[in-house]
């Protein structure tokens, strides 16, 4: 194999991301604050029981099996919501819905 240099200079690791370097702990704290935000800190240390807690991190994914999600993974069934007839996603399920 052949060293490939762009501008002449060796290569040099760099860790952006903290100021101590490169640590396990610095990559999981910066996948927690940016990658996560605040609403998943706040869903896992509410004092909620866990199964609200999951269901809430699933709704903040959008991944609960809503008609719209399930069409996505080839389900034959109507996408529209049983009661109003518009399309059915989380948003609209849990927040717009009339009914």
């Known amino acids: 194999a052949k060293k490939l240099s762009l501008n ?5 690791v760099i ?5 101590g370097g490169f640590t396990t702990k610095s990559v999981y704290e910066w996948l927690e604050k940016d990658l996560l935000g605040p609403n998943y800190k706040l869903i896992w240390k509410a004092k909620i029981p866990l199964k609200i807690k ?4 699933q709704l ?3 991944a609960i099996p809503t008609r719209d999600n399930l069409c ?3 389900w034959p069934g109507n996408p529209t919501c049983s ?5 059915e996603t989380a948003d609209h399920l849990f927040f717009g819905c009339v009914f």
């Open 15 to 19: 860790w952006k991301l903290s100021k």
């Open 83 to 87: 009661f109003c007839h518009n399309i």
């Open 8 to 12: 002449g200079s060796p290569d040099q």
């Open 72 to 74: 996505k993974r080839n």
């Open 60 to 62: 903040f994914q959008n």
């Open 54 to 57: 999951i269901f809430l991190w």
